[in-house]
């Protein structure tokens, strides 16, 4: 590789935004749905610095991206057959096999909970080995979300000696130790999962669980943006409960439209943008 | 080759025992194949046994079949077949194979992968994917281009004539525009299935009728309009399917086999796609058909299939192997016989140079000497609610015998569900305290979910009204139905109390709002400003238009969003942009709402009538409603797709000067729902059907393709069939083996009766008719008499004899993903029902849409380095 360029070398950051503007115009077609600027900034950034972090570390060794892996014949305590299905970046070299799964979360968070992250990348290393009759020995989560002091560099090309140092510092990229014996586990519990799907048992959270995700941010971060929370028995419970159980509160949920300042801000610039209108 | 096992091993293992046809078929390799294969003849397991033949004791890789199907389901059925009996052989093996690049799907699904794949590309090529419109949106495009396309076609006359013009040359009298677009959307879709190319017909066929000349200068225009905005739809996306593989050599090489499943439904470009396809290893099978055709409406040529062997020498100059697969598994042998003497008459297939357009083939029982139970029936002769009695009676004798397991194992079938014999039929089911599910009967919009939830957004948004003079036709129709959902929504809001108080509370704020527009606006006017002015917060009209505002007495809720830092930082950012806001956009996001049409949607939810729908799914029950509801939020959800935002603001919701009707209201009911309306007449099956516990099916016909039933109700044999307008004019425009114009419909009504007749497994009854006005097809006429002996009264059927229901078909396995369903579900399991299992379509841009746009972007970078270093090497 040294006396030639390498393909990492003729792909310019240029090239890298348009894949990214594209994607995000080819993603639009497909839902209908749209980002804001600042979110769309914030996707922007996150690309553009993987490039610039990872492109010889990773990108520039990636053997096979998005492969989809299959788990086949895998059956439920209640006898429904079924097949477990993930999608990883592969990087095989000297016979040495990383698994890259990319998440656009912050590296903190990522390293904090890396146990709830380990049992997907066991599974996933699990069914590649039995795909390809090869050992995988490394996973690995890229956190594409940067640090904070990360996000303040706006010039990657002229970075002042503390922000190249800070550049240095930030490992986007986290280990996640996988131990082969908890997959069985995994797998386990993943058939009883099963069963409840296919038999219908949708019910939300206990109100206690709700109480309980609240201390972790998670009633703030799913329950509150979640569309059908007006209908949720449980949700409902909740915020009245939140209210010393007061009732009146019920008709006030329905007028809390969980949007915050800057997720507005976003909806009325995307709004202010002139575009074709159909009907 | 493999050493461990052999093909015999593995189907002893799976208890499949093949007969002689149906292992000639899986075990051919080489060459061109045809499979004319009759119903339940297990042709589904010849197509899965034959791929995993190929891939397993032949060497070809997954990524080298390309495997085309009718609908996805059936796609998703094989590949999860292929992938379950490939997971077998690995674990008896050791030998892992890759599904994951296989080519299994519907033709559209298929053309759309082909399109995208890199190696059908010169490596440094940007592929950029034109966005594809579905059959609405196509609709809404041309609305748009409309008079752009109008002045293209050389119509002359003014609006109203052309339109005429173009509905005339579909055979239609109106000058309605609605019928005019949808006729040219059918016009041109059609051309592109028939890979007509307008220059070429223009300038080879001079004598063509000026207005058929017209019409193929418009669709010229409209194929060059797709090409500049970048779109594509689902009719011309296979032409540029079938333009990459002729300009591509790699994509004729790549498929080592090619096969296609119900190769009678298909086109003629989708003929020319498969043929380039397979032109250099030339291994081709089709399986199919032809007495099951019947998708012609849509531009399908049986004869696709039925000259197929012709065609391969034409094509190849080679033979081809035929292999019918004739036994039947699916029916008692009373069923069989009567629809091969239904089909058996030759001389009705032939035409006058004595080629038949039938393959021909007698259907064989797969046990002939099946217990003696009688499979078929007859209703005394009446009108459709005597038939729909005794139709009925029967349904619950079956139920209470035990005959089924459940009464969405009896099938009642229609040519259309939209006829008054339909919903006298209906009544009587219901009448006799029968539950019956009629997916797409009529419309969508008449069904109860969607007019209760319109109704009720119809007292916020405001009710459409028309002066009498245009209350016409289908207009006036659909002006009954927004009366009739409007009543209904005033009903449920006021049975529920707490409705009643949210609507309040909600049309409160809405008017405040609009009153702090009026505020707004007239603060402006009064200081000298106009709406089109530009503002820039740091100029001196900025800085009037500011204080205009401050002081129009509007409320404070209008006014934060005009203050604070960030927005001075937004505005100052915009003007160094050059995109500089108007002060009519300043007033709009004082006034917008922080709630949209969908949020309304999900907030109406909440209350007694919607709540206690999903309450019901989310514990396993009738999933009917749900499934609905969800349909309903999908609509209205394309419709937020073509507007401004999400949000609503003051002044979509001010009221116009002599209605209670807004602006979005306006926009909603009179454009987007009124087309909604008068589309959703089409015979689209869906393909996802699901048969909720507890009801009977109502299904046209064509719904009923490829199912089986315990029972089938054939209740109304009548169908009046002509050639189509535009099968005439096609026959004008290209020339390809057709059958003959006499005959062709009569062909497509028996093929059409043959379906419905074929679906069932131990019974079969047929609705006879008699009176004035209630007319029968000749066919079946005929078929009665003569097949005297097969028939058995309804009434009087004995039923003891009829077998036990077997359990229903264990599914294939099914496939789960570990980020999409394992921790979805475990995140929350009622936001997964909604949102994954059902569909409901979100109110905003769903928070995975980030994490996607990153995650594809970098990929896309992986593949580029990955294609660049392929060519490095």
Sequence with gaps: MSDHQSPADTLTIGDVLQYFEDTYEALQAESGYGLGPDALDDARRQVTLYWHKLREKVANRVTETEVPLTLMNQITPNEVKYSIHGVVDVVEEHDQITLYDIKSHNVDYIHEERERYAPQLEVYAHIWSTLRGKTVQRTCIIATDPPAKVKQIQNIAQMTTEQLKVFSEWNPVVEIDFQQNRMQETIAHFGEIIDLIESRQFAPPTVARLQQMWQDRGVQMICTKCDARFSCDAYRSFATSQQGGNTARLMEIYFDAGIDQSEREDLLERASENRDDAF | ?873
């Excluded at chain 2, 004598?207 to 017209?214: E, G, I, K, S, V």
């Design chain 2, 1 to 873: 080759m493999s050493q461990n096992i052999t093909l015999e091993e593995l189907w002893k293992a799976y208890d499949f025992n093949p007969n002689e046809a149906q292992r000639r078929a899986i075990l051919h390799s080489d060459g061109p194949l045809y499979l004319p294969a009759g119903p339940g003849s297990g042709k589904t397991r010849v197509l899965l046994w034959r791929t995993l033949n190929l891939i397993v004791f032949h060497g070809v890789k997954p990524e080298e079949i390309f495997l085309s199907t009718f609908t996805e389901k059936a796609a998703r059925q094989l590949r999860e077949g292929i992938a379950s009996l490939l997971g077998d052989v690995q674990t008896r093996t050791g030998r892992a194979f890759d599904l994951g690049r296989m080519y299994v799907g519907t033709v559209h699904s298929l053309c759309q992968k082909l399109i995208r794949d890199r190696r059908f590309y010169p490596p440094d090529r940007v592929v950029n994917l034109p966005a594809l419109l579905d059959e609405l949106n196509q609709h809404f495009f041309i609305q748009n281009n409309w008079t752009d396309l109008l002045t293209a076609s050389g119509f002359t006359g003014t609006i109203q004539e052309q339109q005429q013009s173009v509905n005339q040359v579909l055979g239609d009298t109106t000058v309605s525009q609605y019928k005019a677009i949808s006729n040219a959307t059918k016009f041109f879709n059609r051309c592109s299935e028939e890979n007509l190319k307008p220059a070429l017909v223009l300038q080879s066929r001079d004598n063509l009728d000026a207005n058929l000349r017209a019409m193929l200068q418009m669709y010229h225009a409209y194929l060059q309009l797709l090409n500049t905005k970048k779109v594509i739809d689902f009719s011309s996306l296979q032409g540029r399917a079938l333009q990459i593989l002729q300009e591509s050599a790699a994509a004729s090489r790549a498929f080592r086999h090619v096969i296609i499943d119900e190769y009678q439904d298909t086109n003629p470009i989708q003929e020319r796609i498969f043929f380039e396809l397979a032109k250099h290893h030339q291994n081709i099978c089709v399986v199919g058909d032809d007495d099951q055709a019947m998708y012609r409406f849509r531009g399908a040529t049986v004869e696709n299939f039925v000259t197929f062997p012709e065609t391969v020498q034409r094509e190849w100059h080679r033979d081809t192997m035929k292999v019918p697969l004739d036994t039947n598994y699916r029916s008692h042998h009373h069923i069989v016989q009567l629809y091969n003497t239904y089909m058996g008459d030759t001389a009705f297939w032939s035409d006058q140079t004595g080629r038949s357009w039938r393959v021909g083939k007698q259907i064989n029982p797969h046990n002939p000497h099946e217990a003696l139970h009688r499979s078929v029936a007859v209703t005394t002769h009446g009108d459709a609610a005597s038939v729909g009695r005794e139709l009925a009676a029967t349904a619950n004798r079956l139920i209470a015998t035990g005959k089924v397991n459940d009464p969405n194992e009896i099938a009642v079938l229609f040519p259309s569900l939209k006829n008054d014999r339909t919903k006298e039929i209906r009544r009587a089911f219901e009448e006799a305290g029968l539950k019956v599910y009629a997916p797409r009967a009529g419309r969508f919009l008449e069904v109860e979910e969607a007019r209760d939830m319109l109704g009720v957004l119809m007292h916020l948004i405001g009710k459409p009204e028309a002066s009498s003079e245009l209350l016409r036709g289908d207009f006036a129709e659909y002006m009954k139905w927004c009366d009739e959902v409007y009543d209904r929504g005033a009903e449920l809001i006021r049975q529920d109390p707490q409705l009643t108080q949210y609507m309040q509370k909600r049309q409160t704020l809405i008017h405040q709002r609009v009153l702090d527009r009026a505020k707004l606006l007239q603060s402006l006017a009064a200081n000298g400003i106009s709406t089109d002015d530009i503002y820039n917060p740091d100029n001196a009209l900025g800085v009037a238009i500011k204080q205009a505002l401050v002081n129009s007495g509007a409320s404070s809720d209008a006014m934060r969003t005009l203050s604070g830092t960030r927005f001075d930082r937004q505005m100052r950012a915009r003007v160094e942009q050059g995109r500089a806001l108007l002060v009519i956009q300043l007033v709009a996001r004082a006034t917008t709402f922080d709630f949209g049409l969908l949020d309304v949607f999900y907030q109406l939810l909440g209350f007694r009538h919607f709540k206690k729908m999903l309450d019901e799914a989310q514990s396993g029950g009738d999933e009917g409603p749900i499934c609905n509801l969800a349909m309903v939020s999908q609509y209205l959800s394309r419709f937020l797709e073509s507007q401004q935002t999400a949000l609503l603001s003051a002044r979509d919701l001010t009221p116009g000067a002599d209605s209670a009707l807004t602006s979005i209201g306006r926009r909603f009911w009179m454009r987007y729902v009124y087309v909604l309306y008068r589309n959703s007449e089409s015979e689209y099956e869906d393909e996802e059907m699901m048969f909720p516990r507890g009801r009977i099916p109502f299904l046209t016909v064509h719904q009923s393709k490829g199912l089986e039933f315990p029972v089938v109700m054939l209740a109304n044999p009548n169908k009046q069939n002509k050639l189509q307008h535009m099968e005439v004019i096609m026959r004008l425009l290209v020339d390809r083996l057709r059958e003959p114009e006499d005959k062709s419909p009569k062909f497509d009504s028996q093929r059409l009766f043959y379906v419905a007749l074929s679906r069932a497994k131990h019974l079969c009854v047929i609705g006879c008719y008699q009176g004035r006005g209630l007319q029968m097809h000749g066919s079946i006429k005929t078929l009665l008499s003569r097949a005297p002996g097969l028939l058995n009264e309804v009434m009087q059927l004995d039923l003891t004899t009829m077998p036990k229901p077997g359990k229903p078909d264990a599914p294939l396995p099914k496939r789960y993903s570990y980020t999409a369903d394992y921790i979805r579900y475990q995140t929350c399991p009622r936001q997964y029902m909604l949102f994954h299992k059902y569909e409901f379509a979100p109110s905003r841009t769903p928070y995975q849409m980030f994490g996607s746009l990153v995650h594809r972007s970098i990929d896309e970078i992986h593949n580029r380095l990955i294609a660049m270093r392929q060519i490095g090497e």
